[in-house]
């Protein structure tokens, strides 16, 4: 039987619908950036200072929540605010753990970066800040600390909580006095020495003083509105990444409720990852997590509004610029707090 030979035209035509089909089908498979985008894969560096604020991110790590999500997360440590708002400008993280106020301040040219979650706030038995007087100084009341100079980290959260409870509680404007103590543990050490007559400073560590003598005048137990500790991304990584983002947000949530159920389980990956003085290690209660919240806009205008009192601001920024709920978990099944 005669064979016939394939002729170079033939071969040529064969050629050229394999490399087209090649090409299609190469084509019809994802790849590279949106292959992983699709699947929600695209990594996520996250700041985190050593506070308590952050336990839920080692919690979803530990528990393999990320992982659950499909997410490649990095915790990027860093050991001050202006450690890592200096990250974010260099635009090396996609996300940070940050308060309202820095925010505000990233955003006053343009919209930066949002927020997109509460990491904590206070709870009556659970604050956030505590404004402390020094062991002997017989000071009890918020009125005593009228003229007084309190120990505070300027143009922050801190001094804000410091403003709005000590107002809350009848001083006036002209009566908060306060002094630049930037470095919390400085500023611990001056109160227990009785070098600051009164300091604001966060618990566990507020905790830790008042263990040591510290005595509380006032926390914002008392008034929660005024303390949250909050999750901002860049806008670019929210557009970017926005797969990423949601799924890191349920793998946050799903730890917030864990802890919220079992506190104590999670106490040896407490200490191991965040700062506990020594003296409250065993004793200090882990505090509930906010689940599925943002600051309101009533919170965010009143912090405005004391940005631009301390002319941090020129004019208050739009709050739908600055916070967003859209990349919040769904509310189903959602319990307290």
Not at 29 to 35: K, N, R
Not at 127 to 153: N, T
């Amino acid at each position: 039987m005669k064979q016939h030979r394939k002729s170079p035209v033939f071969k040529g035509r064969i050629f050229r619908i394999a490399f087209l089909v090649g090409c299609c089908l190469w084509l019809c498979v994802p790849c590279g950036v949106d292959a992983k985008e699709d699947l929600g894969l695209l990594p996520l560096r996250v700041a985190l200072l050593p506070i308590l604020d952050s336990l839920p991110f080692y919690v979803a790590e530990a528990e393999g929540y990320f992982a659950k999500e499909g997410l490649e997360m990095e915790a990027v440590p860093v050991g001050s605010g202006l450690e890592r708002d200096q990250l974010m400008q260099a635009g090396e993280i996609d996300g940070m753990l940050n308060e309202m106020t820095t925010t505000a301040s990233f955003n006053r040219a343009g919209p930066l970066v949002k927020i997109v979650a509460a990491a904590r706030t206070a709870y009556p038995d659970y604050p956030l800040f505590r404004v402390l007087s020094a062991p002997e100084s017989g000071l009890i009341e918020p009125g005593q600390l009228a003229g007084v100079s309190i120990g505070v980290s300027k143009n922050t959260i801190i001094e804000y909580v410091t403003d709005r409870l000590l107002q809350l509680k009848g001083l006036k404007r002209d009566q908060i006095l306060k002094k630049s103590v930037p470095v919390i543990p400085e500023r611990y050490q001056l109160l227990l020495h009785g070098r600051l007559k009164a300091a604001t400073l966060p618990d566990p560590l507020a905790r830790s003083a008042m263990a040591a003598g510290a005595l509380n005048v006032v926390d914002d137990s008392v008034a929660p509105r005024y303390s949250m500790s909050v999750l901002s991304f860049s806008t670019r990584s929210l557009a970017e990444k926005s797969k990423a983002v949601y799924g890191f947000l349920r793998a946050w949530d799903r730890a917030a409720a864990r802890i919220n159920a079992s506190p104590e389980v999670y106490r040896p990956l407490l200490l191991s990852k965040i700062r506990v003085p020594r003296n409250v290690r065993k004793s200090y209660v882990i505090p509930p997590f906010p689940r599925g919240r943002v600051p309101d806009a009533d919170q965010w205008a009143d912090v405005m509004q004391w940005m631009c009192e301390k002319r941090i601001l020129k004019a208050p920024l739009p709050y739908g610029e600055s916070v967003t709920r859209a990349f919040l978990p769904p509310v189903e099944r959602r319990g307290k707090p």
